[in-house]
């Protein structure tokens, strides 16, 4: 167990929807980083932040926007889903902004859209 | 850009045997990080280890090591004694970024590994 939470674990829904995936972060990191991992597109980064900062983004679409709150917990929320949104999206979590820290991933949630 | 390669789609391996995943990347950066993590079948990824760019020797958790080559360019992954449990999928990933920057993972393709009894 990694420490860092998410929910839900499964998700399924239809085109055109939208839905919010949460992640707990570890105690005490400060840093979020959300990934999706497909079968044509393989581990791609999304998007971090870091102590409730946009820190980067990646091949994130602009259908698809993140938060971190005052908690640290953070939101992904996915928008206007098309089928080929359905992967496996995973957040990690860092003590700090990056350097030499591990990223320790969530069991992540699995979205389906159909 | 930064790059990693994974070329071994799959291999198999006999239970008790020593294997050995490649991991090649590309990157301009003197500084960076190599990170080599597991995804069973389960879906989620376990961290199983790390090497920096200035570290100058090769990184060893329990029965994992990393053959670390910076002049090649390569952070290949060594699990001895393999076990039944070893079979999954694996990912080397590098950490991209500088200080005061962001430090993304950039992920491979990922190697999936069968154990044989």
């Known amino acids: 167990d990694s420490g860092v939470t998410q929910t839900p674990k499964h998700l399924i829904t239809a085109t055109g929807q939208r839905v919010t995936l949460r992640c707990s972060p570890r105690s005490g990191d400060l840093s979020v980083y959300w990934y999706q991992q497909s079968l044509d597109q393989g581990l791609q980064f999304l998007i971090q932040?870091?102590?409730?900062?946009?820190?980067a983004k990646g091949n994130i679409l602009e259908r698809f926007s993140a938060q971190q709150f005052p908690d640290l917990h953070s939101e992904l929320n996915l928008s206007s889903l098309e089928l080929g949104d359905s992967a496996l999206y995973f957040c990690?979590?860092?003590?700090?902004?990056?350097?030499?820290?591990?990223?320790?991933f969530g069991p992540g949630t699995r979205l389906t859209v159909l | 850009a930064q790059k990693i390669t994974q070329t071994q789609p799959g291999m198999f391996v006999q239970e008790k045997e020593a294997v050995t995943l490649d991991c090649t990347y590309d990157t301009s950066d003197q500084s960076y990080g190599l990170f080599w993590y597991k995804q069973p079948s389960s879906g989620e990824m376990i961290f199983l280890i790390y090497?920096?760019?200035?570290?100058?020797q090769n990184a060893t958790e329990g029965r994992y090591s990393l053959n670390f080559q910076k002049a090649r360019k390569s952070a290949n992954l060594v699990i001895s004694a393999s076990q039944l449990g070893d079979s999954a999928m694996y990912f080397c990933a590098m950490r991209e970024g500088q200080v005061d920057s962001s430090y993304k993972l950039i992920f491979g393709s990922g190697t999936r590994l069968l154990v044989r009894p």
């Open positions: 990690a979590s860092s003590e700090g902004a990056g350097g030499g820290d591990e990223q320790f």
């Open positions: 090497q920096g760019s200035y570290d100058e």
């Open positions: 932040y870091y102590n409730g900062e946009e820190r």
